[in-house]
């Protein structure tokens, strides 16, 4: 028998975390660990081993072939270019201290798209081969070129057999006409509501009138266009953050079931005014303690809440193929499933890498849409961006669920191999994953009701947290 190379990690209870390449996992205890590295698994130990596909008799098998086939399912391939995000403007009229896209102000001439910029846009998603398109629209306030907004949207109609458009909108000031745009049933709106009125207002719209005119944009857009096609993030800043059960409790009391926190980004006007280079610990902290106050809240409320993240982190280790969100994937390849059209129109692989290129830290512009997309960069970058062979990640037993993230590891630390373990992604990640598992293993019956909501089930099943006897 073959054992496959197990990964281990101590738990803060005092177990271990053993996994396999493919993603298989279990808790063991020290004893169990002693006779793995010396070769005495007992025959109790093989046959779990065996029976939860750690192990098998010979290459070629049924055993090696399904741990084959997990271990290819766990990881990303790109499909067409069906992902697009949009840039026609960086103004934007308010002045978030926190901004991570460096934008300037509504009146500021030369950050727009020009008419020829439009044209050449149009051409290129023209010329993609998808027969379904997904276009966001960010900015600056990209309602602020609504004119662009209408003529992408109605070629994309007449292109593409299904098309989906996000616009990523303050809410601040709507006018009737944009309005009429956002309440389109294929327009979906993802606004930042920072929590609750306050810090909204002390790190948004300055004003109680600003804060409120807001607050009644908001509310509107929930009422007329449904809580399905609205999103609303809060922006945290861990040093200082808004009690949990504030956010929870004002985002449920808008109906809203799914709340994505984000701390401030290292990116942007963020890095002048805000300690964002190295906050993992502090924000792991905070993030740790919002789950169990969504478990607490979620014991006794009739409709639950998720953290977005969260439960997304917590799939991808349920089960392979969750490769939905662009920022947690393996391979993490950039410039391949979507592309970044700036202001200007530059393309860059990821809105990050836009942010860099802003500050003047690095250029990964792709070329324009006037030359064409030039991949000789971002070819080479991604040459790194796996973790399977790393040799940071090779014992971490988190590497089948985590991914990488080079353009952020460049952004804070200005290199590409740094250890692992000292950077922010790792850091975060590793809290996430350690926090997952803790409540995987965990017999709290208020745990297991929040599992069960976040991972699709009815009940949470205990055995999935499988323990050699």
Known sequence: MTVMPLKFRKMSEGSLIFADDAGGFFQADQEFLRRYALGHLTEGDTEFLEANGHAFQEPGDLAYAGFEYRFASRLYTPGDLDYVILVPSLRCNLACGYCQVSRVNEKTPGFD?????????????????????????????????????????????????????????????????????????????????????????????????RTQQFLGNFRRALDRLGTDRVSALPTINPHSPPPARSIIEHYASLNLRSIYLRPINYQGFARKKYDARSSASTWSAYYSAFIDDLVDYNWNSEYAVEEYYFVHCLRRVLRSGHNGHADLRNPSTVGSGYVVIDHDGKFYPTDEARMISRVGQFDFAMGDVFTGISRSKIDLLNEEAINNFHPDCVHCPYQPFCGIDLIDDLSRYGRIDLPKHLTDFCQKHTSIFDKIFSMIYSADPKVRKSLAVWSGVPNFDGSIGKRPQ
């Open 113 to 209: 798209w020009t008419d020829e910029t439009l044209k050449a846009v149009i051409r290129f998603l023209d010329g993609l081969s998808t027969k379904r398109i997904k276009v966001e629209f960010q900015g600056g306030e990209p309602l602020l070129r609504l004119d662009v907004l209408k003529e992408v949207r109605d070629f994309c109609r007449s292109r593409f057999d299904k098309c989906e458009f996000v616009v990523c909108t303050n809410l601040q000031d709507p006018s009737d006409d944009a309005w009429e745009f956002l309440e389109n049933q294929d327009v979906f709106v993802s606004t930042s509501f920072d929590a609750d009125p306050g810090t909204h207002e002390a790190q948004r719209t300055i004003t109680a009138d």
